[in-house]
């Protein structure tokens, strides 16, 4: 496949618009794509090369991209089970297994997420200049559920605005430790860094905005089933602000009390099971439910003996 060449003249009302955002549009990739391109050469104003991703344009220059033919992934595909609940050109909803690390990393460089849809999505094309899938959000190693996964960069960015914008639907199941006197409830407390502890996350004055709201489901020995829903996705949102209220996740190595009134293996009893957006082609409303593992159900049954 030879490099793509996009060229167009910018209109009037794209007057005073930086280039990497204009690029980015003309090309259909994302703005941090558009910028490398720049950086590279790749982009031409009136037949001059740009460096700058802010350059301010005019109306009525002529501006072409060179979109170069995507190179393999880093990450090499493999043969690992994986349950794909629906695919199409653009898009993909998986179900990632607790357990399995989402992005290969130092001490995971595989058995990932990423290696498996490597293997078993079909018509992967180039995001971010590289054949791979383009995991739009991330859920933790031993957090279960479901998971978005662009295939091109229209896909991409499309999906990206929807989390950003706080419109795509996100609940999880959770047992949580202990009763609560409230039917439902909101967590609100901004997410950052702990302090102290640079391998978890706390509640910082200085960290960025979350909210979390809970619904009691059903009420069990010692613990509770809960739903939780997700304005805002921040790192180990759930587990923090559950922990925050006196309720945390059972299981949590991290966020949970040294001594667990339950001995559960495996990491938290926490599933992300709704999944609700917009079709970054069509517009078309899509709706994914998907069951436990077998782990928390089972833990789900004890605690109602």
Request: with cysteine; proline share 6%; aromatic share 4%.
């Amino acid at each position: 496949m030879a490099n793509t060449i996009i060229e167009c003249i910018v209109p009037a009302e794209a007057e005073g618009e930086r280039l990497d955002v204009f690029a980015a549009k003309a090309a259909g990739v994302t703005r941090s794509r558009a910028g490398a391109l720049i950086r590279e050469g790749r982009v031409r104003v009136d037949g001059e090369a740009r460096a700058k991703a802010g350059f301010v344009l005019r109306g009525g220059m002529a501006v072409r991209v060179e979109v170069p033919e995507a190179a393999p992934a880093a990450a090499q595909p493999e043969d690992i089970a994986l349950d794909i609940l629906y695919q199409d050109e653009d898009m993909a909803v998986v179900f990632k297994p607790s357990g399995m690390v989402v992005h290969p990393a130092a001490g995971n460089e595989s058995g990932t997420l990423v290696n498996a849809l490597l293997a078993r999505l079909d018509n992967l094309s180039g995001i971010g200049g590289e054949i791979r899938p383009g995991i739009v959000h991330r859920i933790d190693k031993d957090t279960s559920g479901l998971l978005l996964v662009a295939k091109n960069d229209m896909a991409h960015l499309s999906l990206s605005e929807q989390i950003k914008a706080h419109t795509v639907q996100r609940a999880y199941r959770a047992i949580v430790i202990g009763g609560f006197k409230e039917a439902e409830g909101t967590v609100v407390g901004p997410i950052g860094r702990h302090p102290t502890d640079r391998k978890r996350m706390a509640i910082v004055p200085n960290g960025r905005e979350a909210q979390t709201h809970w619904t009691v489901l059903e009420p069990l020995r010692g613990a509770t089933l809960i739903e939780a829903r997700l304005t805002t996705g921040r790192t180990h949102q759930i587990r923090v602000h559950m922990a925050s209220i006196g309720h945390p996740v059972l299981g949590d190595p991290v966020y949970g009390p040294k001594k667990s009134p339950y001995p559960v293996a495996g990491g938290q009893l926490l599933h992300a099971f709704r999944i609700g957006f917009e079709h970054p082609r069509t517009g078309e409303h899509m709706l994914f439910e998907a069951e436990p593992e077998p782990r928390f159900t089972q833990w789900l049954q004890k605690l109602r003996q």
